[in-house]
């Protein structure tokens, strides 16, 4: 599945109710996901850290779709194969 077709799932299946509970509030559903992320990833659960990741991904473009921003596009426009600031593959960049 490409990022633009589980976008669209997403949409489908959840957006009469993230766009009713708005930019803000769903923002915060995110913000906990990462939280649930971190925990997972703290503990070293595998199956917890598999199922927080595919939260945190549909959370994110929950928030894409509501604000009209197409995440497959903005990550292809970001990152067209090379590093976006020293413009290498791989990276060369001297900062972390």
Request: glycine share 6%; charged share 40%; with cysteine.
């Amino acid at each position: 599945m490409h990022i633009k077709e589980f976008q669209e799932l997403i949409r489908e299946l959840y957006f009469h109710r993230d766009e009713k509970r708005g930019l803000e509030k769903t923002f915060l559903w995110f913000s906990e996901e990462i939280g649930e992320l971190a925990e997972a990833l703290r503990k070293g659960d595998k199956e917890a850290m598999e199922e927080e990741f595919a939260d945190v991904l549909a959370w994110l473009v929950s928030l894409a779709n509501i604000v009209g921003i197409d995440v497959e596009e903005a990550a292809k426009k970001k990152y067209p194969g090379v590093c976006p600031y020293c413009g290498k593959n791989p990276c060369e960049c001297e900062k972390e």
